[in-house]
């Protein structure tokens, strides 16, 4: 019995030893460090020279692997330019937010944010390859944006500052077909011109609550891009749930009117909207405006006139008699709409819009 007894002893004076350490633990609290992006910026001293030197990339720079810190982003429905396809990243500096503002007005970025946003084409002929044509950045300096356009080299390995303007010339396959592109790369001059607010003051286009409502596939799984803005700690988290959200234009189960209008929104309303470049005309195209057929143009007779046949800019069930329609549907220099942005004429926007004026039935007085 007495080495039972010693052994019972022994577990009695263990249990009060564990006891007294676990009423002394005090628990080390564990500070996991913040990620750091390794973007290079100095707000004093951009743009610079080439775009590698932001570090924006990982790896080989032509394949537009973000680094930490490097948000992808999309729009439900992009600018239409010459066919190109683009991808586009936000990045901006620690410790600051965007701010929404309403549904359809630009993000308010803070001084250092910068909008990429990447131009190139797949099925380049003859070899059906990608090429990469210019990136252009969209830095908030201070209180003002400035641009700065990085045009690609022919091997693909960097881009060069180019504010001065070029043209690329681009073959590529579509529809079974040749298409020939004469693409610009803008300057400064024309970017300031697509970008101008009424106060003359440069501003970004695409990046508005209603165009980014959408979900995105991050390489950490899908989630709403506006939510991962506010997550990511690059807007604040003060966006309201009832966002007046446009529609992807090619979405045909949405309406003939919101696809129309949704259009109009991103390849117009940056000039014909209050407080911009064309306030002057009598239409406003962005997608709360045209919610109003007058301010779509609907019966509203045209400034100019090409042609005595255009009656209205959107003339009820004849596009032919369309002004709107008309300056879409050609690519002569002194009379298309855009003006900038486009050479070639955008076959399935144009048909979008003959569909949607012939579908009105209004009748004009």
Request: charged share 25%; proline share 6%.
């Amino acid at each position: 019995m007495k080495p039972i007894r010693a052994i019972i002893f022994f577990l009695i004076i263990i249990s009060f030893l564990s006891c007294s350490e676990e009423e002394n633990y005090v628990p080390v609290e564990v500070v996991e460090e913040p990620q750091i992006s390794p973007v290079v910026f100095d707000l004093d001293a951009v743009p610079y020279s080439t775009l590698s030197a932001y570090n924006f990339f990982e790896g080989n720079i032509v394949e537009q692997s973000p680094v930490y810190g490097v948000l992808p982003y999309d729009l439900i429905t992009p600018l239409f330019s010459d066919y190109s396809k683009k991808k586009r990243f936000i990045w901006m500096p620690n410790d600051v937010k965007a701010a929404y503002t309403t549904d359809d007005a630009i993000v308010d970025f803070p001084s250092g944010s910068v909008i990429i946003k990447t131009f190139y084409y797949d099925n380049v002929l003859p070899n059906l390859t990608t090429k990469i044509i210019e990136t252009r950045l969209i830095i908030k300096k201070n209180d003002a944006y400035i641009f700065a356009n990085y045009k690609w080299n022919e091997d693909q390995t960097e881009a060069f500052l180019d504010n001065n303007g070029s043209f690329v010339n681009v073959s590529i396959e579509k529809d079974n077909t040749s298409l020939e592109i004469n693409y610009r790369v803008p300057s400064e001059t024309e970017c300031r011109v697509c970008h101008k607010s009424v106060n003359e003051l440069p501003i970004p286009i695409g990046p508005k609550p209603q165009n980014l409502n959408k979900l995105f596939n991050y390489i950490d799984g899908t989630k709403n891009q506006l939510q991962k803005w506010v997550d990511m700690g690059y807007l604040n988290n003060n966006v309201p749930l009832n966002i007046n959200t446009i529609v992807d234009w090619e979405d045909e189960s949405k309406s003939l009117d919101l696809r129309a209008r949704s259009y109009l929104d991103v390849n117009c309303a940056h000039c014909h909207t209050d407080e911009l470049h064309c306030a002057y005309r009598p239409i406003r195209l962005s997608f709360s405006d045209t919610e109003n057929p007058t301010d779509a143009g609907v019966c509203v007779a045209p400034e100019e006139n090409f042609d005595s046949s255009l009656v209205h800019i959107v003339s009820p069930g004849r596009n032919d008699r369309s002004m709107l329609w008309f300056r879409l549907n050609t690519t002569d220099g002194a009379t298309r709409m855009p003006l900038l942005s486009r050479s070639v004429k955008h076959d399935e926007g144009v048909a979008l819009i003959e569909a949607w004026i012939n579908s009105l039935e209004s009748n004009c007085q």
